[in-house]
């Protein structure tokens, strides 16, 4: 399985919405409601903020939500805040009980 | 609160073996509720799944890797590890260890803080 397409970077102001989008086939993506998204801050480790396209975890704000259309998922965040900034990596559970990941995206609060 | 540590050289030379511990608190590798695995990142990079393993010992691993990957796990130490074989300099990568939640939320939900390991003579 090829990695999981995600964009580079994006960026956005204190208070608009962006959405990460996450391109994969139908072997992850496509085929599976198992998509999650993770947020890593320099230095520290991933943590999980959508597991299965669109659940949150507890203690995950609601201004993340996650959504899947064919082999494309998208994690969106409003009300962006100055903590927002961060890498974003999507993950997908496969055909073959592998788990596969973006490339991870950037994003940038201007 | 769980908590996941790898350990392990941060140095290894080309074509030797990479070995990292993760060891694990606050939960028991035993339980039988999570898979147990392995990422890595090389610099500048996404994350790329090294690998898994059950309590049992079944390991699953990624077709990239798989000749020269071995996970194994050590219950009583309640630990789990890596090996990887003949390595190069583009294995040089951070490696985390983390938790899969595979049969409930279908997420990592735990992960280490991660290790750098540098390919390097």
């Known amino acids: 399985h090829s990695a999981l397409t995600q964009p580079a970077s994006v960026s956005g102001s204190p208070g608009q919405s962006i959405t990460i989008s996450c391109t994969g086939t139908?072997?992850?993506?496509?085929?599976?409601?198992?998509v999650s998204w993770y947020q890593r801050h320099p230095g520290e480790a991933p943590k999980v903020i959508i597991y299965?396209?669109?659940s949150r975890p507890s203690g995950i704000s609601n201004r993340f939500s996650g959504s899947k259309s064919g082999n494309t998922a998208s994690l969106t965040i409003s009300g962006l805040q100055a903590e927002d900034e961060a890498d974003y990596y999507c993950?997908?559970?496969?055909?073959?009980?592998?788990?596969?990941f973006g490339g991870g995206t950037k994003l940038t609060v201007l | 609160q769980v908590q996941l540590q790898e350990s392990g050289p941060g140095l290894v030379k080309p074509s030797q073996t990479l070995s990292l511990t993760c060891t694990v608190s606050?939960?028991?590798?035993?339980?039988?509720?999570?898979?147990w695995i392995w990422i890595r990142q090389p610099a500048g990079k996404g994350l790329e799944w090294i690998g898994r393993?059950?309590?049992?010992?079944?390991?699953n691993y990624n077709p990239s890797l798989k000749s020269r990957v071995t996970i194994s796990v050590d219950r009583s130490k309640n630990q789990f590890s890596l090996n990887l074989r003949s390595v190069t300099p583009a294995d040089t990568a951070v490696y985390y260890c983390?938790?899969?939640?595979?049969?409930?939320?279908?997420?990592?939900?735990?992960w280490g803080k991660g290790t750098t390991v540098t390919v390097s003579s």
């Open positions: 983390a938790r899969d939640d595979f049969w409930n939320k279908r997420s990592l939900d735990v």
């Open positions: 606050g939960d028991s590798i035993s339980s039988g509720h999570y898979y």
């Open positions: 393993i059950y309590f049992g010992g079944s390991t």
């Open positions: 139908n072997s992850d993506v496509g085929g599976y409601n198992y």
């Open positions: 299965e396209v669109s």
């Open positions: 993950g997908s559970y496969t055909s073959d009980s592998t788990l596969v």
